[in-house]
């Protein structure tokens, strides 16, 4: 039986997941193929990117970039565009039926809306999409054929977890975390900690700014709001645990008691081959979990006054509306600025709880609303940064 191809759209294809997405499309070559690639500024990486995987389409962020990018694949016969505008009417295109959102932020709201009211499937990796705009993008599914399958390793692991289960018999998702970097330090230690420090992920290698939401634990609040929306569970049955070994990535429990797992190791490959196959198992040779190498598996409730980002999104569900927009918008500026040694790092958290305080709240969104909330929390988190 002949092997259908699917082809693919990747936002964000220069990043962590956009770069081990091509992985996969390489390895197999009889499955999938890249018609639109999209990154924000890296324009060199793009090039050699569409170079070997020869898209229809290649597009930067960037538009101060563009002419690097079509002078180099224009010879090729590749169509090329910039700015946030051409990413997001790319999605319209007929050429692909699945796009891979591996942007970090925000800028993956319009074009996964977009791609949803085109009725494509979103193989979703970009958890700001659904932590800003949650109740919005639940409501232009419903209208759409889309489907979402997550990439994030902790709602791929729920995902396979649930299938073949009544959702009825769903008592609470437990979501795992590898605690950060600095989950043994002291309040007092992490007042001290430098941008270096925060980007040694014990675990995971991710982009600079994610690693630093999983050393905040911000990370982990997104995703449980990622996971409200996905799964349609209510925050008080959605639990963080941390788990220092990041062999478990997530856990559901039952009605009768039954806690069902999925185990792999560190490795983003596993979820987005799972999300690109539909949510079925494509055989893979790589580097496989031994379980008896992990005789140690830990698990403990995380400190949430250590971590006050993590109280964040029961926050911000128990507010709706807007809030998560804000949260999102300011956590943006704070962390650019920690990364930029404007800021240390116990700020962040400050930052977005004074920029809450001062944000406009708006309790029933649209899309315009959205818009205006994240330029208004952006501008507000970097006034109070200038005021530091």
Not at 100 to 115: K, N, Q
Not at 146 to 171: F, K, M, N, R, W
Not at 244 to 270: E, N, R, T
């Amino acid at each position: 039986m002949t092997q259908t191809i699917k082809n693919i759209a990747i936002i964000g294809s220069t990043g962590s997941i956009g770069t081990q997405t091509l992985d996969i499309v390489r390895q197999y070559p009889d499955r999938f193929k890249v018609n639109v690639l999209a990154a924000g500024s890296r324009v060199k990486e793009l090039i050699e990117q569409a170079r070997i995987h020869r898209p229809a389409v290649a597009i930067i962020a960037d538009a101060d970039k563009y002419a690097a990018l079509h002078d180099a694949l224009s010879p090729l016969g590749i169509e090329t565009a910039a700015g946030s505008a051409a990413i997001a009417d790319a999605m319209e295109r007929d050429d692909f039926s699945t796009v891979v959102t591996a942007t970090v932020g925000y800028s993956g709201l319009e074009p996964t809306i977009r791609a949803i009211r085109a009725g494509k499937d979103i193989a979703l990796a970009n958890k700001e999409t659904l932590v800003v705009a949650g109740e919005l993008i639940d409501s232009q599914l419903k209208k759409s054929s889309s489907q979402v399958l997550p990439v994030d390793s902790e709602h791929s692991a729920i995902y396979q977890c649930l299938v073949g289960e009544d959702p009825l018999t769903v008592d609470r998702l437990i979501i795992t975390a590898s605690g950060g970097p600095f989950r043994n330090h002291t309040k007092a230690q992490l007042a001290g900690v430098t941008v270096a420090d925060a980007l040694r992920h014990p675990n995971w290698s991710m982009g600079n700014k994610i690693t630093i939401d999983s050393a905040t634990m911000m990370n982990k609040a997104f995703e449980i709001i990622e996971a409200r929306w996905l799964f349609g569970i209510g925050a008080d049955r959605i639990e963080p645990v941390v788990h220092p070994q990041s062999i478990v990535h997530s856990m559901v429990q039952f009605c009768d008691g039954a806690v069902k797992a999925q185990l792999g190791i560190p490795d983003m490959h596993l979820p987005i081959r799972y999300a690109l196959g539909d949510a079925t198992r494509i055989v893979s040779h790589e580097r496989r979990l031994t379980i008896e190498d992990y005789a140690d598996l830990t698990f403990y409730r995380p400190d949430m006054s250590k971590f006050p980002c993590l109280g964040l999104a029961y926050s911000a569900m128990e507010q709706g509306g807007s809030a998560a927009c804000t949260i999102n918008a300011a956590n943006e500026v704070a962390v650019a600025a920690f990364l930029d040694g404007r800021i240390g790092f116990t700020d962040i958290y400050h930052i977005i709880e004074r920029t809450r305080l001062v944000t406009t709240f708006v309790s029933q969104p649209d899309y315009d609303d959205y818009v205006a909330v994240n330029s208004e929390a952006r501008a507000k988190a970097a006034e109070i940064i200038k005021s530091l």
